[in-house]
């Protein structure tokens, strides 16, 4: 019997063993499929960065640091990434190259200081230095980020609640002032007619039309003349153009001192730093600094003129010019604005919460009353 049930589970055993195998090559090809498109989130990158960098300072070859960073990577997708670079390696590649071969997990700025790093033969150093720039970056939009969070789930409880009042209580009221058979109020006859449109068929197509409009705008802005056009609205709205401008110019700064200081090219530093900024703004400075460095000019001569950049900016660059320093002059520049964003989103912070406790007074103190308002008019209605 012993020889019989061991005969009988043997194959059962290997078809487990088989699908288990398939599901989790199917999965890996899925996967791998992703590693071109795939963005890899910065926070991410961040801790790829820095246990790398750790790992080369202490002595360990660039191939046995990718290898142990394989292993220990969560992300399926930036596993297989980081597995292909490293064979890449191994065969004699240079790092800088199998990794532009990933745009969407390594951005320029990556791929420009590993090339720095290893044309000076201080890679460790170099990637210690990118980490530090990427943290700072985490930490300045995380604050950004920040701000908007306490205002977006207010503003979507506030929703959810008027939505509840409009399509489920408000109909019960108005079966019942139905029945006094006299004219309303005003704001009463109002709430009524928008609880009615809300549980039509008109407001499901209202609501689709909105999200095509949505969709077309998020189409436009990615266009050229969009992109112009939005950074210009942006720009304009008060205190949210000058929390993006501040933004957009202390990583103008920081990526502009990092890739100076690690040997980078400046012609390549500013085409970067256009690409990095996600502002055209900064884009068309660098663009106009490129092409007046390339004549023989300065940076500050460039930004002098420009109405986008604050005379800290251009005396600080004139400074680090006279003194041989540009590096040094921004990344001071860079934390003065770090810490003015920090300030300018506490203070934003600060001053949504009693205007928002005010905007939902008014909204739902505004649909109850009007909604007891035929009550309290009761004796005029009935007669």
Known sequence: MAILNSSTKGPTQKKKVGFAEGQRQAKRRAYEKQSKRKKI???????FTQQLAAM?????????????????????????IIGKVKNEVS?????????????????????SMVEAGEASGSLAEILDKTSSYFEETVKLMK??????????????LAVGC????????????????????AELPKPTLFLIALSEFLGSLKAVY????????????????????GRV????????????????????LSRFCRTYAILMRSGVPILRTLEIVAQASSNVFVEDACKNVAKHI????QVSEIVSDDPYFPPMVKHMTRAGEQTGNVDGMLVKVADFYDAEVDTLVKALTSLMEPLLICFLGVVIGGIVMAMFLPIFQLSNVIA
Request: neutral net charge; proline residues 6%.
């Open 41 to 47: 989130k910065l926070t991410e990158l961040t801790v």
């Open 56 to 80: 080369l300072e202490a002595g360990l070859p660039l191939v046995s640091a990718l290898e142990a960073l394989e292993e220990q990577t969560e992300s399926p997708v930036f596993q297989i």
């Open 91 to 111: 065969a004699g590649r240079a790092f800088s190259d199998a990794c532009r071969d990933y745009p969407r997990a390594f951005p320029n700025l990556f791929v």
């Open 143 to 156: 604050k950004v980020k920040g701000a908007m969070v306490y205002p977006t789930v207010v503003i979507a």
């Open 162 to 181: 008027v939505s509840i009042l409009l399509i489920f209580v408000i109909p019960v009221f108005a079966e019942m002032f139905n029945d006094f058979g």
């Open 206 to 225: 209202t609501l689709v039309g909105i999200g095509i409009i949505l969709w077309l705008i998020g189409k436009f802005v990615k266009t050229p003349r």
């Open 229 to 248: 056009i939005k950074d210009t609205v942006i720009l304009k709205i008060p205190v949210v153009g000058e929390l993006t401008r501040k933004v957009a």
């Open 294 to 297: 390339s004549q023989g000019g």
